[in-house]
């Protein structure tokens, strides 16, 4: 009885806390619940049934339109093709450079990681020309490894930050032991510090996924001479025409195209949440 009365009492103290959490939530998510709701209706109902989610004459229609429209097979596999060969190269580099940055007696540390996080709050913009004259430089332009470089390379300071926090948070046992079985320093990192690192490539990977298949602006930079290797974020562009917009079938691919970083998170869901604890105890 005793303990039915204390659970009582502490629900009661934490249910408006979880109200107002529960509001908060359906008040964030309604706009992607509204646009799946919107991918079954007609154009008419999504402009005239007001912000109603429940489709009066449900139509599969608009995601016909837009595997055409969108040229959506040709475009996903673009971007299967970038976003992996991205996570890939993306996970290889920052877990080499936050081990070398977090564990090793690397010359100006603190200035390098000091420079890492002053490059973070320079716009995309701004990088984007030298970084264009530099792959056209290495003749990869309108080619899907230009975009595969120019999106792996820049802007990935967070995730050597991730690595570099969970590595410095690593024991030194762990080391004293490898070098006592003869492991080097490279055996040290593939061997033992890396397969440690779970959760933080389970975040990198999540990170570099949904920014490599969200991309727009530097696959379309890249592929003006060649349409064809355009990923799905610049196919979506296909919906504005020059008087209209396509705005239902925009919902529909937008539908079908955020399947796979659903399934991602969810296989690395339990990753991420232990890589961000770890990263920030670190």
Known sequence: MTKTMAWLTRFGRQLPIQILLLAFTLIWSYPFIWIVSSAFKSQSEMFLGGIGLIPKEPTFDNFLRAWDLANFYQYFTNSVVVTVAVVVLVLII???AGYA???GNVPGKKWILG????SMFLPKGFTILPLFELIVGMGFNNTLFSIILAESGPSKIVSILLFVGYFASLPKE???SGRMDGAGYFRMFFSIMLPLSKPI????TIFSFISSWNAFFVPLIFTLGNP???TLGVGMY???GTNSVDWTGLAAGACMSVI??????LFLQRYFIEGLAGSIKG
């Open 228 to 230: 064809s290797l355009r």
């Open 115 to 118: 420079l890492l996080v002053v």
């Open 174 to 176: 762990i080391e004293e």
């Open 238 to 240: 296909n919906f504005f």
């Open 101 to 103: 940055l977090g564990r």
């Open 94 to 96: 920052t877990s080499m």
């Open 201 to 204: 490539i389970g975040t990198v």
């Open 260 to 265: 796979p970083i659903f399934i991602v998170f």
